[in-house]
């Protein structure tokens, strides 16, 4: 059965809750079944316990299948996320998935540079995780402080590349810099994205311009998750040229960045 016809909703018990940095969560969950058939790019919905009526979208950021755990690392925006924030280990969450669109991977020792922007980092681990030292990952923060996930990365085997827009960690400035200098020195087979609509399209134009194929998640407001409601409609071109509204959630999150319409 493909990863994405595989769709749960259940109680998954806690194994850990760790905060990465203030108001910056790390949830590892025990689901044996999801984390088989999850892929990378693809998220989970949790609903909070008590008043609300909307899951969460929360990017996969980690799947151990040989533990039956997914791990997730979400930022507290609002109400929901807050409420998500007080689990603890041993505690049970609500959660759908896996849902969506992951990305298409080549070979593991395929050259890639992987890139994410801010909260949009965490989908990056599994493909680091997954290519190892064939890959380059350029992380974008507003400062050293909101810098998560870099031991992660190391510790799968890539270079690392860190960037702040302040210059407090890292090289300061916008991801694009090394990302043009890592294309001239050894041009990539692929490059994954995520992160603000801004960098992507960035990332987007650059890819295009030399000739690199590049997927990238995008991040958008869900309410269902699974393609029947409209809060997280994007343009995209189908093949013929012709622009069609498809959904983030059940056509993506992971699109062809030549197929996104980035000016509308």
């Known amino acids: 059965m493909p990863a ?3 769709i749960r909703s259940m109680q998954y018990p806690i194994h850990t809750m760790t905060e990465l940095k203030p108001g910056v969560w790390s949830m590892v969950i025990a689901c044996p079944d999801i984390a088989n058939a999850a892929v990378c790019g693809q998220f989970v919905h949790l609903m909070p316990q008590g008043n609300f009526t909307l899951r969460r979208p929360i990017s996969i950021c980690e799947i151990d299948r040989n533990a039956g755990t997914l791990r997730v690392v979400f ?3 609002g109400k929901g996320t807050a409420q998500l924030a007080t689990l603890r280990a041993g505690d049970t969450v609500d959660m759908l998935g896996p849902l969506g669109h992951g990305f298409t991977l080549p070979d593991a020792d395929t050259p890639v540079i992987l890139i994410g922007g801010g909260i949009g980092t965490p989908p990056m681990l599994p493909l680091a995780q997954y290519f190892g030292k064939s890959a380059v990952v350029i992380s974008g923060f ?3 402080d909101a810098v998560i996930l870099q031991e992660d990365f190391a510790a799968a085997g890539c270079k690392t590349i860190l960037c702040t827009d302040d210059g407090s960690a890292g090289n300061k400035g916008l991801v694009t810099v090394p990302l043009a200098e890592e294309i001239t020195a050894r041009k990539p087979a692929l490059i994954c994205a995520c992160g603000p609509i801004p960098m992507l399209s960035a ?3 650059m ?3 030399q000739g690199i194929p590049c997927q990238v998640s995008l ?3 869900m309410g269902c998750g699974v393609g ?3 809060v997280c409609a994007c343009n995209i071109y189908l093949n013929d040229g012709e622009i069609h509204a498809a959904h983030v959630c059940k056509d993506g999150p992971v699109f062809d960045a030549e197929r996104v319409v980035w000016n509308g």
């Open 4 to 6: 994405s016809d595989y």
């Open 75 to 77: 930022g507290v925006r």
């Open 142 to 144: 507003r400062n050293a």
């Open 203 to 205: 990332i987007a134009a």
């Open 207 to 209: 890819a295009k311009e």
């Open 219 to 221: 991040e958008e407001r």
């Open 228 to 230: 029947a409601c409209l």
